[in-house]
Nanobody
Framework: EVQLVESGGGSVQAGGSLNLSCVATSGYSYSTYCMGWFRQAPGKEREGVAAIGRFATSAVADSVKGRFTISKGDAQNILHHDMNGLNADDTAMYYC????????????????????WGQGTQVTVS
């Protein structure tokens, strides 16, 4: 069973930055499989924000392009999510997700039914 643990959420003023991290346990390595970040704001559907897949190819949603990036850490089981230029629309619970399916970043970002999910970390922008 893969377990995902997120960290790095918090409160920030508009225009500020936050860096989220996700650690995957139980031998999961995103170097081959899909990992991504999703978010859900109150009263809204969950949406894909960024994903990384095979050969470390990555993709981000149009709503955050140019502001958010996704990258791997030095260890193969750590995922980072750098968020800059935050605004009130970015306020949401952010979830790390992992899946055994193979594909590039765009494919991974298109998935909605990831197999494993973290508990989430709150991001609030005021």
């Amino acid at each position: 069973e893969v377990q995902l643990v997120e960290s790095g959420g918090g409160s920030v003023q508009a225009g500020g930055s936050l860096n989220l991290s996700c650690v995957a346990t139980s031998g999961y390595s995103y170097s081959t499989y899909c990992m991504g970040w999703f978010r859900q704001a109150p009263g809204k559907e969950r949406e894909g924000v960024a994903a990384i897949g095979r050969f470390a190819t990555s993709a981000v949603a149009d709503s955050v392009k140019g502001r958010f990036t996704i990258s791997k850490g030095d260890a193969q089981n750590i995922l980072h999510h750098d968020m800059n230029g935050l605004n009130a629309d970015d306020t949401a619970m952010y979830y790390c997700a992992a899946d055994w399916r193979l594909g590039g970043g765009d494919y991974c970002l298109s998935l909605r039914d990831f197999q494993y999910w973290g508990q989430g970390t709150q991001v609030t922008v005021s």
